[in-house]
């Protein structure tokens, strides 16, 4: 497995242009299966995460051609026929939201047998939510041996679907499936990330009658088939979030390019009462370090737009060094706080509280040590960290950074971080989200 060696204390110069976000890529190319036309995807990142799912897209019959055009890497998905309609363990479990391949396999076919997923170092994470829904849509769903069989052999019909709380994978997954669902659907307490307004609006494109997106309610008028269209990503809100507080952290001036500022609103909001100096325009947001040590300040993981417990470990590794106590509250996941004894092998100090609380008391300098990544965002906390830590960091178990992050030596050694990939000789066999 590879590792990622960093020598801290240079501060960042330069641009960084943020990808197309990862959340968004994988659910446009499951809904890519409602169409038996070409979806041809732009703004694609390169992920280890969007090439497990074009693995399993070509078992269902879907010819996958990438290229490289204008508006970066273009993915060209084709499923002219679903060839079978099964997603196997080994695949899903690799990538939990490959479960959501299951909606829109029910909504073209009829049936469907996908696995669980399982549960993953962030929390449990369970998927009834995803299944209320597609009964809710009249599936009939059976449970055996770790698969999902769902059934609608007449099609799905259009329902009123209140989620008891809001879940952006249930959102996503329900919303896919009732565009091919005979009548109205309305969803109500539906999530409002900004990936679930790209997904309406690329299934609109694709001749779908979806309003109210990026609302609490979504209307779907079920149309009998869709078409193929072009569909450029929307940016990596998370990717753009973690490079700024990568500047704050190393210091310097960077400037993020194709990035809607908009869509990290409330992280900018708390870096600058952290002191950091920030400057916005129309695709680009600029940060800088400003003099002197950054303030304590709380945050509290909340469903867009507040703010994102995707971008928390990397907000908690900005205040290791902060000036006061700050508290880090994670709402969202039960178990997303497997980055702070990573963070403490670093010399910070963090005391994990009941109740999904963390105390961060800054400390005046970070050393560098090995530490593990645990998933995706906790690798890019330990990487942030890294780039202000004295001395070598080593972070172990960066497959998980290959998951969400394109290029990430590439784009911070362009703005002088020393950082280098290490090549391991050991196969990536196991991972789990
Ligand atoms: C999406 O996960 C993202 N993943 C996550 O990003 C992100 O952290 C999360 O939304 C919240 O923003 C993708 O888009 C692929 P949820 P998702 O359903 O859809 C519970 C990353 O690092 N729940 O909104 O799985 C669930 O356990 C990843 O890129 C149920 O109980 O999140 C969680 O506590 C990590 N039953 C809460 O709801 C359900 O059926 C919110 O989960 C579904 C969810």
Redesign the pocket.
């Known amino acids: 497995m590879d590792r990622i060696a960093l020598e801290g204390g240079t501060p960042l110069h330069g641009d960084i242009p943020v990808s197309g976000a ?2 968004s890529a ?1 659910k446009l190319m499951a809904a890519s299966l409602l169409t038996s036309e070409p979806v041809r995807l732009t703004n694609m990142p390169r992920l280890a995460d969007t090439r497990l799912l074009g693995r399993l897209l070509q078992r269902f019959g879907t010819s996958i051609t990438e290229s490289i055009g204008d508006d970066g890497q273009e993915t060209l998905l084709h499923t002219p026929e679903i060839t079978s309609a099964f997603a196997p363990y080994d695949l899903v479990r690799q990538m ?2 490959s479960f959501n391949v299951l909606g829109p396999l029910l909504a073209r076919t009829g049936h469907a047998k996908v696995s669980l997923p399982g549960g993953c170092t ?9 299944l209320k829904a597609l009964e809710a849509l009249g599936a009939h769903i059976d449970m055996h041996e770790g698969y999902v069989f769902a059934q609608a052999p007449r099609g799905l019909k259009g329902a009123e679907i209140e989620f008891p ?6 959102t996503e997954h329900a919303l896919m499936a009732a565009t091919l669902a005979h009548g109205t659907t309305v969803f109500h307490n539906a ?1 409002c ?1 900004p ?1 679930i307004v790209d997904l309406a609006e690329c299934l609109n494109a694709m001749g779908a009658k979806v309003s109210g997106a990026g609302t609490p309610t979504i209307t779907v008028e079920g149309v009998a088939a869709l078409k193929g269209t072009d569909w450029s990503v929307i940016c990596d809100r ?1 990717e753009a979030g973690t490079y700024a507080l990568a500047a704050a952290m190393a210091g310097g001036e960077v400037r993020l390019t194709k990035v809607r500022p908009e869509l990290i609103g409330i992280l900018l909001d708390k870096m600058r009462q952290a002191g950091c100096e920030i400057t916005t325009g129309d695709n680009t947001v600029t940060i800088k370090r400003g003099p002197g040590r950054l303030k304590a300040v709380d945050i509290t993981t909340e469903v867009y737009p507040g703010f ?3 971008l928390q470990a990397q907000f908690m590794a900005l205040m290791t060094l902060a000036d006061g106590e700050s508290t880090v509250r994670e709402t ?3 178990n997303r706080f497997m980055h702070v004894p990573e963070l403490s092998r670093l010399g910070a100090s963090i005391a994990v509280q009941t109740g999904g609380e963390a105390k961060v008391t800054g400390v005046d300098e970070l050393r560098g040590a090995q530490v593990m990544a645990t998933d ?2 906790a690798s890019a906390c330990l990487i942030i960290a890294g780039l202000a830590a004295k001395g070598e960091t080593i972070v172990n178990r960066v497959y998980h950074l290959d998951r ?1 992050f394109e290029n990430l030596e590439g784009k911070l050694s362009a703005c002088g971080a020393k950082i280098r990939r290490i090549k391991g000789d050991t196969p990536v066999e196991e991972i789990d ?1």
């Open positions: 990862k959340n994988i939990r939201a962030i929390g449990a994470r369970p998927v009834d939510l995803h709380f809001v879940s952006v994978g249930a999530a990330e990936e998370i994102a417990t995707d969202i996941f039960e995706l965002r969400g989200e």
